[in-house]
C-alpha cells in the first residue's frame, strides 16, 4: 500500500486538477493518479491509500473491456521518460501516458435512474436537464430509458446543467449527436457489466477529446466511483438513497463536523479514511472480479 498526495517528478511542472497530476509531453500527456479526494468541491487534507491506484486499473479495466476509441497509449513508465521512471515507487500504476486531445468542454453525462441533482430538478420540474419524465418517479426511480444529461465544465464551482440544445450550440450539432450517441451506447454495455457484478450503474460522467485530425477519443478516468455513481443491487429500494461506492463515509462525516463548506476543510480520521478506501477496493473487486492486492502486486 502508498500514498501518494502529490506527485513531484523532477525537471517537471504539473497542473494539478482535483485528484490528478497532470504533466505535458507536447502531443502526449502523463495523467498521475493521486490519492487526492475531494467533496464539497473542495480537496480534502487527507488522502485515501491506494485511491489513485484504484481509479487507474479501474479506468485500464474499462479501457479494455469497452474497446473503444480513446486516449491511453501506455502505462509503462519509462515509456514517460527516465524522470517518471526513476519514480517507480510512487508511481506505478498510477500513471498513465495519453494522447493529448482538445478537451471537449462538456460532462457528458448518462443518467439512467433518478439521482443527485436530478432528483433534485425532477422534484421542481419533473424535469431532469430540461427532459421531461414521467410523473410520479420517486427517488432513486430506474427512468424508463437512460438519458443523456450534459453539463458545462466549470473552472471553480458547480459544473451547470444544460440542455443538449445548449450543448449542440456550444461545439456544434454534429459532434454533440455523436457524443450523446456513443455516451448512451457504453453506458449500456457499462450497467450491463455492473449489473453482472450485482451492482447498478445510477449515472455516469464522460469527458471526450478531439485529435488536431478531428478524431474523437474517450479521455480522463472511465467509469470510476469518483465519476459514476454505482449502488449495491441487495441495498437498492426505490424511494431511498441507496450507499454509493464512493465518498458517502466522507460526506456524511463531514456533515455532522460544522464545516462550513466556504473554508478549508478538516482532515478526515482515520476510521473514515479505512472506511472509505474499503469501499473503492470493493468497488474495484467486485468490477473486475479480481482481487486488489493480487492486481498492484502484479504491477
Ligand atoms: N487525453 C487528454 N487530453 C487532454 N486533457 C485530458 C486528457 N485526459 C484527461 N484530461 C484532463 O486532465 C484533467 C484531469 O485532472 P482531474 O480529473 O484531477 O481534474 P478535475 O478536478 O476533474 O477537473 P479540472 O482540473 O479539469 O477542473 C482534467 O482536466 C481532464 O479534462
Ligand atoms: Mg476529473
Known amino acids: 500500500m502508498t500514498v501518494l498526495l502529490h506527485s513531484d517528478v523532477p525537471g517537471y511542472s504539473c497542473r494539478r486538477g482535483k485528484v490528478r497530476d497532470v504533466y505535458d509531453l507536447g502531443d502526449r500527456l502523463v495523467i498521475i493518479a493521486t490519492d487526492r479526494i475531494s467533496a464539497f468541491d473542495w480537496v480534502l487534507p487527507t488522502a485515501i491509500p491506494d485511491k489513485g491506484r484504484i481509479l487507474t486499473a479501474l479506468t485500464l479495466f474499462w479501457l479494455n473491456y469497452l474497446d473503444v476509441p480513446n486516449h491511453l497509449l501506455s502505462t509503462d513508465l519509462a515509456d514517460m521518460g527516465p524522470a517518471f521512471a526513476e519514480r517507480a515507487a ?22 439512467g435512474y433518478l439521482a443527485g441533482s436530478g432528483w433534485k ?11 421531461a ?13 437512460a438519458i443523456f444529461t450534459p453539463a458545462t465544465k466549470e473552472e471553480s464551482g458547480h459544473d451547470q446543467n444544460i440542455s443538449f440544445e ?21 453506458y449500456q454495455r457499462a450497467s450491463e457489466h455492473a ?42 429500494h426505490e424511494g431511498a438513497s441507496p450507499p454509493s461506492f464512493d465518498k458517502q463515509f466522507v460526506r456524511d462525516w463531514l456533515e455532522t463536523t460544522g464545516w462550513d463548506k466556504n473554508s478549508p476543510p478538516p482532515p478526515l480520521p482515520p476510521e473514515v479514511v479505512e472506511r472509505t478506501a474499503a469501499k473503492y ?19
Open 133 to 145: 419524465l414521467p410523473p410520479g418517479l420517486t427517488q432513486s426511480a430506474r427512468l424508463p430509458e
Open 121 to 131: 430538478e425532477y422534484q421542481r420540474y419533473g424535469t431532469v436537464c430540461g427532459i
Open 90 to 111: 510512487d508511481l506505478a500504476g498510477r500513471a498513465c501516458l495519453v494522447r493529448k486531445a482538445s478537451v471537449v468542454p462538456i460532462e457528458c453525462v448518462v443518467r
Open 166 to 186: 445548449e450543448m449542440s450550440d456550444l461545439i456544434g450539432r454534429d459532434l454533440a449527436l455523436s457524443l450523446r450517441q456513443r455516451s448512451l451506447d457504453i
Open 195 to 236: 449489473h453482472s457484478c450485482g451492482l447498478i450503474l445510477a449515472d455516469t460522467k464522460f469527458e471526450w477529446g478531439m485529435l488536431p485530425d478531428g478524431e474523437v477519443l474517450l479521455i480522463d478516468e472511465v467509469l470510476t466511483p469518483d465519476s459514476s455513481r454505482f449502488w449495491p443491487a441487495d441495498q437498492y
Open 281 to 299: 477496493r470493493e468497488a474495484y473487486e467486485r468490477l473486475t472480479g479480481q482481487s486488489l492486492g493480487s492486481s498492484l502486486a502484479a504491477r
